[in-house]
């Protein structure tokens, strides 16, 4: 029995748009304090730091920089998109603040009104908008959740993002060492952490000090829970902390679409789609990684930049097409496989489960995605867990390049939140 893949994607007929969710998507219309986009329409989000747009949406309370976001949509109308920020704990949870206590100006406003794409195969909605702005600024450091939604109604979802807004009151030392266990030092990494907080009142460093680690902005395998080994007069020392060792994982793999024309970097061949439809782009097959040695290669950590050379990296003008993986396997593993990285959000869920197909002779997906750079690794997930497992495929070596995230987060008792008074920045291996 072979098992069937069906492209995702769109086709036009007689001038109309005929939209198609990513197979095997369920969208969900309940609140989730996390990433998350409920609407099956909606592609290619990116929430980033005002002119760089591989930094995550980080922003400094005293200085307010503007975060961007970026959508389509892929409904031939555009729609009436409002949003709102939501405080949150160092949990993200959200607070018993008040909007008021956290805001200024306005509360909720409109998103700019939606763009339409131009000399596109696959017609879309761009929307764009930056924030804190002149209509909302952010008074308080902390945690935020972006929500946008439909006809001012705050249920009816569309996106759901993250964002940090951090008041740098303190001083974080890191630096990626290797570990002591002998066993980790060939697939590990370790961070060491130290912090110093000369001019800031902590009543109780064990408890009132919270402190988030991520790998390559990956939430689902957020570390916390540190804590300090030594505590000396305003420094706490992490010394080889158990939730700063993380498995070093590989370079991630990485194709490049920015140009149709021709085949690019891991394209094995671009094909044009059935009448008028997107172009089909099949990535080039690559086995199993797990038991090679380390290869260096230049990736962006997981990352995706939407672009077309031919406009200029104009959203507008840059189009979609359906890209095919595949991983050659000779016969079906034990648990499930996904296509993972910044392009599905870091996280493992139906729209990027791999199918096996005997004809092709591995695990396979099609998914519509806008013209760019991609980087993708394949994981898996074991059942119960949360974190996906980039290692049982790709394998681990110490001397993958990777970015880490401290976050350090201060529980204010009299005003009854968590403030984020540090952020630090480190890599494994520009120091």
């Given amino acids: 029995m072979t098992l069937a893949l069906f492209p995702t994607g769109s086709c036009r007929g007689n001038g109309s748009l005929v939209t198609r969710p990513p197979a095997g998507l369920v969208t969900q219309t309940e609140l989730r304090y996390e990433d998350h986009t409920y609407s099956a329409t ?17 922003t400094d309370l005293a200085t307010q920089e503007p975060l961007v976001l970026r959508f389509d949509d892929l409904q031939p109308y555009t729609e009436n998109l ?6 949150c704990s160092a949990t993200w949870q959200p607070t018993e603040l008040m909007a008021g206590q956290y805001l200024t100006g306005a509360f909720n406003d409109y998103i700019p009104a939606g763009r339409q794409s131009y000399n596109t195969l696959q017609p ?18 902390g945690n935020y959740l972006l929500k946008v939604y439909r006809n001012s ?19 974080i030392d890191a630096t990626v060492v290797t570990p002591r266990g002998v066993d980790q030092r060939d697939v590990a990494q370790q961070v060491d952490l130290t912090i110093r907080y000369p001019a800031l009142n902590v009543q109780d460093p064990f408890s009132d000090i919270h402190v988030t ?19 000396r007069d305003r420094e706490l020392v992490y010394d080889q902390p158990d939730q700063g060792l993380f498995q070093a994982g590989n370079e991630y793999r990485n194709f490049d679409l920015k140009n149709i024309r021709y085949a690019g970097r891991n ?56 890209v095919h993986f595949n991983l050659p396997m000779e016969q079906p593993m034990g648990q499930d496989i996904y296509v993972y990285g910044g392009l599905f959000d870091n996280q493992c869920n139906a729209a990027n489960k791999m199918i096996y197909s005997i004809e092709e002779g591995g695990y396979v997906l099609t ?53 984020l008074v540090g952020t630090r920045f480190v890599n494994s291996i520009r120091r």
């Fill in 42 to 58: 909606v592609h290619t989000v990116q929430f980033f730091k005002n002119g760089f747009e591989l930094a995550p949406p980080i």
């Fill in 82 to 87: 409002s949003y709102t920020v939501v405080h």
């Fill in 124 to 141: 879309f909605i761009h929307y764009e908008l930056e924030v804190p702005n002149e209509q909302m600024q952010i008074t308080r450091s």
């Fill in 153 to 171: 109604d705050p249920e009816d979802l569309v996106i759901t993002r993250r964002f940090m807004v951090v008041e740098q009151a303190l001083q």
């Fill in 213 to 231: 680690m991520l790998q390559n902005m990956r939430w689902d395998d957020a570390r916390t829970e540190f804590r300090p080994k030594f505590v």
């Fill in 267 to 322: 394209v094995a061949r671009i094909d044009p789609g059935p009448g008028q439809g997107v172009y089909e782009a099949y990535i080039l097959p690559e086995v199993k990684r797990n038991i090679r040695v380390y290869t260096n290669q230049q990736d962006i950590n997981g990352k995706f930049l939407p672009k077309d050379d031919f406009v200029d990296g104009d959203p507008l003008g840059t189009d979609y097409v359906n």
């Fill in 367 to 419: 998914t519509l995605l806008k013209q760019g750079f991609y980087d993708f690794t394949y994981a898996t997930q074991a059942r119960g867990t949360t974190a996906a497992d980039l290692t049982v495929i790709e394998g681990s070596h110490y001397q993958t390049e990777n970015d880490y995230l401290i976050l350090v987060y201060l529980t204010d008792h009299q005003q009854r939140y968590d403030r």
